[in-house]
């Protein structure tokens, strides 16, 4: 089974507009971290925005937030007023305290493209 | 701000070559990961180190690869022989604490392997 879901292979925003990127999870873990990373077209994977299992409120940094739902298992990236250095593979990543104590477990990916 | 720095950025190699991939992780960090990414897939756990030693591996980190910490700053990754299926970014990343705190990941270095 997949730990991590991300069922939009791409997405297309037009720039200003805000947009959500969407993930859902499989765990029975119950402490665990969420994590979205941001990979350009140059390739470096770049770190946005965690969720701790545990968090009352939902992350946010900056532009990012993370729609944080637990019943429902999902750990949506929402990105405000887009911009044109937002395209980018974008990846939803998961560790679990116990089960997978060292590893981050990453989904397939959300290709956004930003219109100008 | 303090980073995970990588090198070489692009490493082509023959297939039955031996290479070293470096990373240099955040000074105060603990914890070091290698990952792999095949060109188009997914991002793929190979190795955790702490303590001077491996804490967990993953079915791909078969005896081709091996990781060192040879000195207080670097952190190697070798592979002994490499296969045409090696070829893939390789990614190392550190972070603070175990658990489920966050990694951080240097810019990655691409084997090509011929």
């Known amino acids: 089974a997949q730990k991590i879901t991300q069922t939009q292979p791409g997405m297309f925003v037009q720039e200003k507009e805000a947009v959500t990127l969407d993930c859902t999870y499989d765990t029975s873990d119950p402490s665990y971290g969420l994590f979205w990373y941001k990979q350009p077209s140059s390739g470096e994977m770049i770190f946005l925005i965690y969720q701790g299992s545990y968090d009352q409120q939902n992350a946010t940094e900056g532009r990012y937030s993370l729609n944080f739902q637990k019943a429902r298992k999902s750990a949506n990236l929402v990105i405000s007023a887009s911009q044109l250095g937002d395209s980018a593979m974008y990846f939803c990543a998961m560790r679990e305290e116990q089960t997978s104590y060292d590893k981050v477990i990453f989904g397939p990916g959300t290709s956004l493209s930003v219109i100008p | 701000e303090p980073e995970v720095t990588q090198t070489p950025s692009h490493q082509v190699t023959q297939m039955g070559q031996e290479v070293i991939l470096r990373c240099v992780p955040i000074s105060n960090h603990l914890y070091f990961y290698w990952y792999r990414q095949i060109l188009g897939q997914k991002v793929e756990f190979l190795v955790s180190f702490y303590n001077n030693e491996i804490s967990e591996k993953s079915e791909i980190f078969d005896d081709q690869f091996s990781v060192e910490r040879p000195d207080g700053s670097n952190f190697t990754l070798k592979i002994r022989s490499t296969k045409l299926e090696d070829s893939a970014m390789y990614f190392c990343?550190?972070?603070?604490?175990?658990?489920?705190?966050?990694?951080?990941f240097g810019p990655g270095t691409r084997l090509t392997v011929l």
């Open positions: 990343a550190s972070s603070a604490s175990g658990g489920a705190g966050t990694q951080y």
